[in-house]
């Protein structure tokens, strides 16, 4: 499992960049220039959390995506005693998804992708007792 000090640093990362990066939830032509400008502004933010991401091992980063998909629909108020078990099924799907290092490139994409990343980790950390 992903260490505390690395999630917490995905967390934290992931949370600068959403702060920022999420603001546009539509694509809207009388919004483009702010838009663009924006893109330049949350460059930095994304640069940042892309390069922790990279830093990380394989199975760092399958930890990630599983936590990421096991917190993307949880409701903390109906944890079962069966958390481990569906959050180690979610890492399992994306271990079968992306089968060697060769998949991490495209699985760091997916994870600054998603726009709640952080609000996803932490859900899914608290869930697991992780932090």
Known sequence: MISEKK???TIELARAYNAEGCKYSTFSLDKMQEMMENVKKIKPYRD???SHLNSLSYDDILDLEGLMDYGRDLDLKFVDIF???????RRDFFAKNYPSPNGKEEAVRYLVGKGPLAEYLERAAKALELL
Not at 83 to 89: G, L, P, S, T, V
């Open 83 to 89: 958390a481990k078990k569906h959050f180690e099924e």
């Open 48 to 50: 940042a959390l892309e």
């Open 7 to 9: 999630l917490e640093k």
